[in-house]
């Protein structure tokens, strides 16, 4: 059995939070289309965070829609339950 991780960082204010994923080569696969789809529905090019939490970036249309920002974090998070075997932090 082959696992494959995913890592991802946020720096800011002396801070730095490092997060990561880890699961099947079949289940990023998996998670790799489901993502894609998400992000087609959602028509935005990619998600990071930081502009997500804030409203900026791909997500400064979505300022004041919290029924759209709540639908597709939990989407979001449906697809990394789905796919990923456990997290690391």
Do not use: C
């Not at 880890?22 to 990619?46: C, H, K, M, N």
Request: glycine share 10%; proline share 1%.
């Amino acid at each position: 059995m082959f696992f494959s991780a995913y890592f991802d960082a946020s720096l800011g204010d002396g801070i730095t939070v490092v997060a990561g994923w880890l699961g099947t080569t079949v289940a990023w696969e998996s998670f790799d289309v489901d993502w894609r789809i998400l992000l087609a529905q959602y028509d935005v090019p990619y998600f990071h965070m930081r502009e997500f939490a804030h409203s900026t970036g791909a997500f400064k249309e979505w300022k004041g829609h919290d029924g759209r920002r709540a639908n597709f974090l939990r989407k979001a998070v449906d697809i990394i339950g789905r796919n990923a075997t456990g997290s690391a932090v």
